[in-house]
């Protein structure tokens, strides 16, 4: 059965600082991208971060860049994917999704949830201001 689990979500001050774990299970990750999402009550879920297969690219969403580091540790056949949000605001509170996928070998943007064939079921972040 294959798992993406999400941890390290809270509540936290504004200006304060959380790191999202993702753990994997079921199947080999290790050649898979992996991104993280999030979605605020009411509005579509949206891109925040991804880092390929090989973990030397990353990219993010304007939102976010300069404050959230993405990273991976590819450990023997278990992948666990982190997030690093720093400087956290008020508009940063949502659920939080990790997932998988191989957009690297495809056709399918990083940005859009349908290059990720595999997802967690979320961590929800609050921020108060």
């Known amino acids: 059965q294959v798992q993406l689990v999400e941890s390290g979500g809270g509540l936290v001050q504004a200006g304060g600082s959380l790191r999202l774990s993702c753990a994997t299970s079921?199947?080999?990750?290790?050649?898979?991208?992996m991104g993280w999402f999030r979605q605020a009550p009411g509005k579509e879920r949206e891109f925040v971060a991804t880092i390929k297969w090989s973990g030397d690219v990353t990219y993010y969403a304007d939102s976010v860049k300069g404050r959230f580091t993405i990273s991976r540790d590819n450990a023997k056949n278990t992948v666990t994917v982190y997030l690093q949000m720093n400087n956290l605001k008020s508009e940063d509170t949502a659920v939080y999704y990790c997932a998988a996928g191989k957009y690297s070998r495809s056709s399918l943007f990083y940005t859009r949830p349908n290059a990720y064939d595999y997802w967690g079921q979320g961590t929800q972040v609050t921020v108060s201001s």
């Open positions: 079921g199947r080999t990750f290790g050649d898979s991208d």
